[in-house]
């Protein structure tokens, strides 16, 4: 009997964390409100509470966003933030041409290894190739 009364004491406590006054669970909700503090939490480094100045709060995970996602964080928010921060697009906007650049050329030097390296292993190769080149004429 304890397990299962200690299981519904869990369940209900649980169920009043996400019902518990002024929790906000969407972004939407918290948009235009005033952080009045970040408490950081002892159980996940890096993740915090926010605290509104209407009292509403958050929990929020570490801010450490993998590069893709700050990426597309980037084109997401770049009407709203270029404007503020115009040198910082331009540079972005170098970098992400440059490593482009960069991608194309390694993959082009990738496929031309793979066709030098199987031409002795795969007679047909150059035939097959020649034919391809032929078609894009």
């Not at 929790?23 to 509470?49: F, H, I, N, R, Y």
């Amino acid at each position: 009997m304890a397990v299962e009364e200690k299981w519904k004491a869990n369940q209900e406590k649980v169920a009043f964390m996400k019902r518990f006054p002024g929790l906000t669970l969407t972004w939407d909700q918290v948009q235009g409100k005033t952080v009045e503090a970040v408490m950081p939490l002892s159980s996940k480094p890096g993740a915090a509470v926010l605290v509104f100045s209407d009292g509403s709060f958050t929990v929020v995970p570490p801010l450490e966003p993998e590069p893709w996602v700050l990426g597309d964080g980037l084109g997401v928010a770049r009407q709203a933030l270029e404007p503020k921060h115009p040198a910082a697009y331009k540079e972005y906007d170098r970098l992400v041409r440059t490593d482009k650049e960069a991608l194309r050329a390694a993959r082009l030097e990738k496929i031309l290894g793979a066709i030098q390296n199987n031409l002795g292993q795969i007679p047909e190769l150059k035939d097959r190739l020649r034919q391809l080149v032929d078609k894009w004429k």
